[in-house]
């Protein structure tokens, strides 16, 4: 089991680097020259070598070779993507080329938010589309079974923005049920630990600011969780029928078991396998379905940041912010590994 | 009573059975969903509206404008305010909603199918080989080309370094050497030293011409390919390295990295579909990859390899065939994938450029009139989007439950 | 009550898009404590569908009993609720099943496995049921039988898994242990030892068995009793030796000239039925066998031939031309 799991940690880190190194070459390669960008169109040559010096820009992209035709060894490492790479080993993400912020300290901000955002969305996901798939796969070819599956199916069709902003015009427009975006209404203040505005307000006792945190967050959560909802809720459904196909199901019922404990207790763990999977599949559908709901909903997180940034070739913070998205669903999947591992004895004992 | 004796067996049979193709069998199963053939009808209503429109109903959007029908509510009838009907209202430069979701099909549908065109060929084939060559040895001539490849993308960074491109030649002709002759020392110091040793002589000597410093360090690469080329290097070792790849890719979550994509493209349609297309890769490719190694292990493969088949030959006429149908489902359902992810770059202002209608464009263009109460100009595109997502997904369904014999009730 | 177990006219339908499988039809037979019943037949003719129609394991919809009776020891499981018929399986009838690599749950323990119905019949305490289940383990012959109660049913080898198969079968020592072509997916050696270990183990416990095979040989040396089927129905059954000795189905000696006989001169061909057992969408009108039978008259196209006795000799046939058919053994 210790040796599964070193293994599978250790085969993360070439992934990582790969990744490093993508979103290296994707801030480089975006037409437009930051120096530019920073300065503005009309800025002087001079000026522009002085940032582009200052920047480490006018360094070659990996490595010098001028500079060790020379003789000069560390002149030939002295490159963008070998100081990027320093730099990142110590966090140092950089600044925000327009506003001169330390992109750690913004990313530290706006970061529990996206979290809270998946989080809920997340659950919401699990607590629905499980049992969802459960009892449609338990009464296959029911009327709730023909129902739900509909129902998933649309959720998996579904695309959030417009769902958003349905919601937006039934709920806040129309009926003024809720506001229409943003996390907290103005006058309101939540602060604690985890910086999660539900989770803090409750542990701070403060019901106003929880109810307050909630109604901003009810209508992105479910837009949100709309997709991998469905997509679990038909995951576990084809699962639970493939696993009720085997024949350990058959000995289970010939030993004289109920159906709820054949279904809860030889059913469902063997089922279990591929929807976990696919759960820490959908981390990433949620974090980059965030840059749509968070636009939409004006929820300060980092997807909405993130696209912002690109638009306006703001690297430091594109590089930050989805370095970090890749890092969490690189976590994710390596947790859902381990988990995996955890629940098939199979794997367990490789 | 006279006696039969068993020993008179005579052959007769006529337990005749009726014939069933297999993907006869598929179809009827498909028709006799409900839900596959609501699907179908979906599909084929947006296929055909839009390729209908798109080359009999005239449409001009750069001329489109009339900011005397500003933001007018859907209208089925004729009045003196409006002179014209408008099923779907119209949106804040006037135009007919409903003619430009009608035109708008084209293009959604159009980046859907060239998307997963990108994702089904490139992914499809990197499983195809992957998945054959994990399990299937290679052929001397497809090792030595491996090799070959292998030299000469090692090499490259050595001749890059000393600005010599003979270099390459040098390191190529190496691997084609090293595959060629693989069972020379196999397995033994000398070979690694041997090749090693090469590699440095290659790599080195040239260098001397750029300077000391030049050399070491390609003296310190011709070594490390040189130790590299004498290994084994296998099927198996090819297909780790190309879903090492696949894997990264596929850690960059959905549209994001669609959207560093067309962030470093540009924006415009074409981009959206490669970039989409990209996204899409791996997901193929780990479905094919994997499709492939349920086949390649039956008996018909060996059996197939037994007779001396190419290995061209067992990929396309055995494996193939038989591995269409999840592909076939992924394909659909990649559709279905790929329009909504279309929509959302083209929400986002990185797909279609205005005034081309795009379903994805005219939402992002019309929502923040929402508050003003144009509702209209919000529903009737995003419906566009999800009911035609909806359509390819229960075909997908329906095919699967079709082409699944796993399911078969 | 005379019999353990007494089948009547029971009947199985499957109801597919295509129309109705007539999986299983009008079978009848009995059971007596401590007999071991051979039930043979080709695959697909129904042998384990009747078995599973007995336990109500048929997977419905779209698998239907259509009609009989089953008394097993004065009670018809056909009309018990699906909560009584619960009490039934495991403590009353086991099962074994076909593939040890399959029936057993991946992601729970051997020894969970087997204290599972002993907790549900007997009201065991956890410790009671666990060294229960190392004592069963033992019984069917698992070599360091305590340790290896913890394993996963992948570290066994495929014979143990049966093994264990058997040993969660004898937990509540049920009356009537159904082993359902239970030696078919393991090594001839092994088979032979699972075979040896279930005689040994009735002679010791003294259950009744159903030994449900295709291979005629396999139950030539366990079973006292045969019931071979074809098409769903019984088409011949009798005491061994009568079935063995004084075959009169074709089907039945189609069966027996196909398997090869240390008695047999050198030189004897092994005779095979030509052509398929019928589709089971479309059974004939008449005799099942009649389309693959060289003894064939128009009868036999028209009407199906009751299952008949042959006077007194524990032993019936469904054939219209039985009396005129020589019996194999006299060959």
Redesign the interface.
Known sequence: MTRYIIRRIISVI??LI??TF?IFM?QR???GDPAIAMLGEHATEDSINRIREQFGLNRPLF?D?EA??????SG?FDSQYVNYMERLSHLDLGESIHRRIPVLETLKLRFPATVELSLLSMIIAILIGIPVGIISASRR?SLIDSVSM?GS??G????I???G??E??LLA?ILKWLP?GGRLSTGFEINGITHLYLVDSLLNGDLAGFKDALSHIIMPAVALATIPMGIIARMTRSSM??VL????I??????????RLVLFR?AL??AALPVVTIIGLQ???????A??TE??FSWPGIGRW??DA??GRDYPI?QGG?LL??LI??AV?LIVDILYAL????IR?K | MTQINPEEFIVTDFAVREHRSLWGDAWRRLISSNTARLGMFVVILFISSATLSHFFWEYEPKKDLDYSLKLKAPNLTVTEEIPSIHPFGTDKLGRDIFRRVVHGGWNSLRVGIVAVGISLIFGGVIGLLTGFYETITMTTVERITLFGISGFLLGSLSAWIANQPLQLVGFTLLGLVAGYFEGFWAGQLKRVVFFSVLGILISAVPALFAGSSVALVCGVLGLLTGIFLALALDGRFFSNVMMRIMDMILSFPGYLLAIAIVAFLGPGLGKGMIAIGVVGIPVYARLTRSAVLSVVNKEYILAAQSVGESHGRIIFRHITPNILSPIIVQTTMGLANAILSAAALGFLGLGAIPPEPEWGAMLGDSYRYLTSGAWWAVLFPGLAIMLSVLGFNLLGDGLRDALDPKLRT | MKHLLEVKNLETRFYMQDGVVKAVNNVSYTMDRGEILGVVGESGCGKSVHALSMMQLIPYPPGKITNGEVWLDGQDLLTLSEEEMQKVRGREIAMIFQDPMTSLNPVYTVGFQIMEALLLHNNMSRREARDRAGELLELVGIPGAKDRLDDYPHQFSGGMRQRAMIAMGLSCEPKLLIADEPTTALDVTIQAQIIDLVKKLQDELGMAIMWITHDLGVVAELAHTINVMYAGSIVETGKIHNIYKDTKHPYTIGLLGSLPRLDDAPGTELVSIPGLPPDLLALPEGCPFAARCVYRIDKCLAEKPPLVEINGKDHAVACWRWEEIAGMGSR
């Not at chain 1, 998996?156 to 695309?159: C, D, E, K, L, T």
């Not at chain 1, 981390?283 to 379905?289: D, E, H, N, R």
């Not at chain 1, 629940?343 to 199979?346: E, G, N, V």
């Open positions: 070439p992934t790969g990744v993508v994707f390669l975006i037409p490595l070779r060790l035709a020379t003789g000069d060894l030939f070819n509909v199916l649309i998996v069709s579904m695309p923005f417009w769902l902003l349905m937006i015009m427009v229409a029928l493939d196909q085997e024949d350990y058959r000995t289970a019922r010939a030993k004289g078991l109920g159906g030889h763990k063997n981390a990433g559908t949620l974090l980059a379905g840059v749509l636009t939409i993130v696209y690109i638009l594109v989805t998205i890749a669903f690189v999947n629940l098939d004895p199979r004992y």
